[in-house]
């Protein structure tokens, strides 16, 4: 995961699996559309990523406390699905659940949701957290978060 330049005000919820999943707003930019008037493909991809750091920010874990433990979240595959379009001025909110099975992997899945609940897009994402030394996957990515996060409950590690 990268960082992205999305709008940061307060953020909503929790991830896992009870309760509202953690959800970020996010205003449309002119700039961020194509010759449609429609939000551009890749720009969903960068609402997804910053609702993801966002997250792991609401959890207690910034990228600096990361980078000091020597791992790094990683996306290893992601799909969205359009079904809405968006258009310069629409206010959304991105959610974010953490969704952990067994293995080196989990999947994070998104909702971006306009104001009136209809859902504009959903993004599902595979991803790991990568041993910066070893540049291979940790074995048990819940077990390398969890100590780290002052409110697990965001990613669902309650």
């Known amino acids: 995961m990268t960082g992205a330049g999305a709008d940061a005000p307060a953020a909503t919820g929790a991830g896992g699996g009870s309760g509202a999943p953690f959800a970020v707003p996010v205003t449309v930019r002119g700039y961020e559309t194509d010759t449609q008037g429609h939000l551009n493909q890749s720009v969903y ?3 997804a990523e910053h609702a993801r750091w966002s997250a792991l920010q609401a959890a207690g874990i910034p990228q600096a406390t990361l980078v000091a433990g020597g791992i790094g979240p990683v996306t290893l595959e992601t799909t969205i699905r359009y079904r809405r379009e968006l258009r310069a001025g629409d206010e959304v909110e991105v959610s974010c659940r953490f969704v952990w099975s067994e293995g080196k992997t989990f999947t994070i899945e998104q909702t971006v949701r306009k104001a009136d609940g209809t859902p504009a897009a959903e993004i599902s994402a595979v991803c790991g957290i990568l041993d910066l030394t070893a540049r291979r996957l940790v074995p048990d990515p819940r077990a390398a978060l969890r100590p780290l996060a002052t ?5 669902g590690l309650g």
């Open 45 to 47: 991809l960068q609402y």
């Open 151 to 155: 409110d697990p409950g965001v990613l």
